[in-house]
């Protein structure tokens, strides 16, 4: 079984600051990880994903994610944060080559920007 | 391009009536498909998902109920709706037989049940 623990239901930064959003997760085979972001009553915009190509994870809007096996983590990142990156994030593992092929999500960071 | 449709985007109905959410992609072929539900301040919840026309996979027992009548139709249905049945319903899909499987979201639909 598979799951995804993010830390921190609320993180609150200053604009252009660091934006870290951490997430954590278990999988008993090698996972495929995803960050998604979401803006009020919208669905799901997919940020970057991990396919067990580089550690290192370049994604939309200045984003980037790590992927660190021995801490089995995959923390979200951005050096400066801007106000229209107030939103809230989930991450996400894939359970792969196997015939459900569905994402197990965590429970989602709120996202606050503070001009 | 793909694009994924839901409608309607909002829906206010009183205990005990019924439900019909639909969901449909354009641009690709044998998608699969899924329904999650996400309740306020939580996560999302994986409801069903298809990988063919008919197939129908559910993750939780509860009152709703899953169709695919086309390849690239989905809707969610409820006989009964619950008080504990509000919350935003989106649909996704991915692209089959790829192992990374990065699902694509709808908007969403917002359904409170009164």
């Known amino acids: 079984a598979q799951s995804v623990t993010q830390l921190g239901s609320h993180v609150s930064v200053s604009e252009g600051a660091l934006v870290l959003l951490r997430c954590n997760y278990s999988?008993?085979?090698?996972?495929?990880l995803f960050w998604y972001v979401q803006y009020p009553n919208q669905g799901l915009q997919l940020l970057l994903k991990y396919t067990s190509a580089a550690t290192l994870v370049k994604g939309i809007n200045g984003f980037e994610a790590e992927f660190k096996k021995s801490e089995t983590s995959f923390h979200l990142t951005k050096p400066s944060a801007h106000m229209s990156d107030a939103a809230e994030y989930f991450c996400a593992v894939s359970e792969g080559d196997t015939g459900r092929r569905a994402l197990t999500f965590g429970s989602g960071t709120r996202l606050q920007v503070q001009p | 391009s793909q694009t994924i449709h839901q409608w309607p985007a909002t829906l206010v109905q009183p205990v005990g009536s019924p439900l019909s959410l639909e969901c449909t992609v354009e641009?690709?072929?044998?998608?699969?498909l899924y329904w999650y539900r996400q309740a306020a301040g939580r996560g999302l919840q994986l409801l069903f998902y298809s990988v063919g026309i008919g197939q129908i996979s559910s993750e939780v027992p509860q009152n709703l109920s899953a169709s695919r009548p086309q390849d690239r139709q989905f809707i969610l249905s409820s006989k009964k709706l619950l008080l504990s049945d509000s919350g935003f319903y989106l649909c996704?899909?991915?692209?089959?037989?790829?192992?990374?499987?990065?699902?694509?979201f709808g908007p969403g639909t917002r359904l409170t049940v009164l």
């Open positions: 996704a899909w991915s692209v089959p037989d790829r192992p990374f499987n990065e699902q694509f």
């Open positions: 999988s008993s085979v090698p996972p495929y």
């Open positions: 641009g690709t072929s044998n998608p699969n």
